[in-house]
Structures are given as structure tokens and as C-alpha cells.
T-cell receptor, first 109, second 113 residues
Framework: TQLLEQSPQFLSIQEGENLTVYCNSS?????LQWYRQEPGEGPVLLVT?????EVKKLKRLTFQFGDARKDSSLHITAAQPGDTGLYLC?????????FGTGTSLTVIP | NAGVTQTPKFQVLKTGQSMTLQCAQD?????MSWYRQDPGMGLRLIHY???????DQGEVPNGYNVSRSTTEDFPLRLLSAAPSQTSVYFC????????????FGPGTRLTVL
């Protein structure tokens, strides 16, 4: 059972453009994380959001946790080729992490 | 610190063979887990452990066994490999399952013929 749905699944944009990736669920999570994964490597944590309505900024990346703690978004401003990768959201519930389906981002120079 | 290490990096098996994927961490994390990653499906939890001697099933446990005799090691055993188990396997560790950062190993790419 896939608890977290991400959209879009694939995204190809030009350098300098803005983009938003969505992570949606019908379940409530105690926290939500965003990871980035590069080919041939394991995912690496970008951010953890805990409070409903929370907004965190990491340079050009802005993360938001929904008020009901069921959904989240990742917004990238002025995308760069180095942002290319697979972005995964993960919700923490009980003793498990539930991962989303992933968004594959390609930023074209 | 080496972080989370996994061996082997690549493996090819024939249907019916068994093998063990090794995972070790040197961060003294209590929580460890195994995931498989397949195209378009993100990461799916196979088994996890909240401490030495304690293991539990995740979303897709069938065909896999785990044990946790020490804090550092969390091996994953494939009992009788099937082509459906062709995937990339990741081991991860965390200080806490309640929102703590998960540190992932480099993965094992397994092909079952």
C-alpha cells in the first residue's frame, strides 16, 4: 500500500525556472522528510518538517508541511543543473517511514 | 566514521539460490531498516529493527528474513531467490524512527535470473 503519492513523477525544466513538487497522503504523519537521491547512491536527507503549517527554507529550496500534516510541497527557485536527481518524501508513523513514489527532476543547462 | 556500509554492491543469482546482504553501521543507531527500490515505486520497507534482538515486518517482507544480534549489524537473507526480487536494496539506520534522519548505505543491486 502506497501511502504517499508524489507529483509529478517526472519533471524536465530549463535552468533558471521554478518548480514545485507535491507529496500527498490521506494519512497523518508525525513528521515528514524530503530526501534527494543521485544515481547509484542512497537517498540523502534534505529537511524534516514536524509542525503542521511549518515552512523551512534551505537556500533555494522551500519546504512546507500541510496544516493537517498529511501533505507537503517542495519548491525550488531558479533551478540549477546540480538540482537534478530523484526527490523522495517520507512520512514517519509509528516505527516506520513511508516513502513516496518519487519525482525525477532533470534541469537542462 | 564509515556510516552505513553494504556488501556486496552487485550480485547476480539464479532462481532458487539463497544469499545474505550485509549491512553495518558505526553510529550506534538503534533503528535499522531494509528497503527495496523499484522503478516508479519509491522505497518500500521490507523489515526493520528498533534494537538488538527486535525485528518486525514492513510492507513487503515475504521471501526475506532478518536478524539483529548486535546494534551494528542487520543482515538481510533471501531464502530462495525469485526474479521478482530483482531490485536495488538499501539499508538505513537512524537514531530514532520518530522522525530522525535516516542514513542510507550505497545500495546492493541484485539481479535474479
Amino acid at each position: 500500500t502506497q501511502l504517499l503519492e508524489q507529483s509529478p513523477q517526472f519533471l524536465s525544466i530549463q535552468e533558471g525556472e521554478n518548480l514545485t513538487v507535491y507529496c500527498n497522503s490521506s494519512s497523518v504523519f508525525s513528521s515528514l522528510q524530503w530526501y534527494r537521491q543521485e544515481p547509484g547512491e542512497g537517498p540523502v536527507l534534505l529537511v524534516t518538517v514536524v509542525t503542521g503549517g511549518e515552512v523551512k527554507k534551505l537556500k533555494r529550496l522551500t519546504f512546507q508541511f500541510g496544516d493537517a500534516r498529511k501533505d507537503s510541497s517542495l519548491h525550488i527557485t531558479a533551478a540549477q543543473p546540480g538540482d537534478t536527481g530523484l526527490y523522495l518524501c517520507a512520512g514517519a508513523g509509528g516505527n516506520q517511514f513511508y516513502f513516496g513514489t518519487g519525482t525525477s527532476l532533470t534541469v537542462i543547462p | 566514521n564509515a556510516g552505513v556500509t553494504q556488501t556486496p554492491k552487485f550480485q547476480v543469482l539464479k532462481t532458487g539460490q539463497s544469499m545474505t546482504l550485509q549491512c553495518a553501521q558505526d553510529m550506534n543507531h538503534e533503528y535499522m531498516s531494509w528497503y527495496r527500490q523499484d522503478p516508479g515505486m519509491g522505497l518500500r520497507l521490507i523489515h526493520y529493527s528498533v534494537g538488538a534482538g527486535i525485528t518486525d515486518q514492513g510492507e513487503v517482507p515475504n521471501g526475506y528474513n532478518v536478524s539483529r544480534s548486535t546494534t551494528e549489524d542487520f543482515p538481510l537473507r533471501l531464502l530462495s531467490a525469485a526474479p521478482s526480487q530483482t531490485s536495488v536494496y538499501f539499508c538505513a539506520s537512524s537514531f530514532s524512527p520518530r522522525g530522525g534522519e535516516q542514513f542510507f548505505g550505497p545500495g546492493t543491486r541484485l539481479t535474479v535470473l
